[in-house]
């Protein structure tokens, strides 16, 4: 069965400091990855997915996320951290042929000033 | 271009009644999923729909919830005597086609309290 762990419940950075939080995944066959971000009392919103190709992909706000097959993992990594990065984020699976996502438990990120 | 549009943003029914909630995709998207997430944890998938057809709800609990996505008119999530572990936020997402490798674009959810 298809599954993500997301093993940060909350991840600490100061502002201008690289950021990473980290995913890990269980999948049959090759995996679509994706993450998404959730500001409070908001729907999630895209970032960027992995599908194939080339194992770093960019993606909105500065964000990008690294795809390594041999540790079955996508961390998603910024290079400087804004305040404005304060959210919940969460890295999910395709689920299988039908397109629904599963999701990890989400990482909580903060970035203080 | 307006997003995925979910209502209400907040219901609270008393235990026994009925919530409904209504999704409307995004322009030209006709795939809809529906996903609950309590409190300090995930999302989890509970149905997929195209137009007027369910294609997928396995995680959908067997009893009191049901879904529908009409030929015309939005998607509707409903829950049937409502308990108090039906609270939660219920977000619907979109896509244009089916497929794991497409983004679904998410509603601001729908935060259901059951009092």
């Known amino acids: 069965a298809q599954s993500v762990a997301q093993p940060e419940d909350q991840v600490n950075v100061a502002e201008g400091n690289p950021l990473t939080v980290k995913c890990t995944y269980s999948v049959s066959g090759n995996p679509y990855l994706f993450w998404y971000v959730q500001y409070p009392n908001r729907g999630l919103q895209f970032l960027l997915k992995?599908?194939?190709?080339?194992?770093l992909v960019k993606g909105s706000y500065g964000f990008e996320a690294e795809f390594n097959k041999s540790q079955t993992s996508f961390h998603l990594k910024k290079p400087s951290a804004l305040v404005s990065d304060s959210a919940l984020y969460f890295c999910a699976v395709d689920g299988g042929s039908q397109g629904n996502l599963i999701f990890g438990k989400g990482t909580k990120l903060s970035v203080k000033p | 271009n307006a997003g995925v549009m979910q209502n209400p943003r907040h219901l609270v029914r008393r235990r026994g009644q009925e919530a409904r909630l209504r999704c409307s995709p995004m322009k030209g998207h006709s795939h809809v999923y529906w996903y609950r997430q309590l409190p300090e944890e995930g999302l989890k998938f509970m149905v997929y729909?195209?137009?007027?057809?369910?294609?997928?709800e396995s995680g959908m609990p067997k009893e009191r919830f049901s879904a529908e996505f009409p030929k015309e008119g939005p998607s509707i999530l409903r829950i049937q005597q409502v308990v108090r572990g039906d609270s939660a936020a219920y977000f619907c997402?979109?896509?244009?086609?089916?497929?794991?490798?497409?983004?679904?674009?998410f509603g601001p959810g729908t935060r259901l309290t059951v009092t």
């Open positions: 992995y599908i194939t190709g080339d194992n």
């Open positions: 729909l195209q137009k007027e057809n369910i294609i997928d």
């Open positions: 997402a979109s896509s244009a086609t089916s497929g794991g490798h497409r983004e679904q674009y």
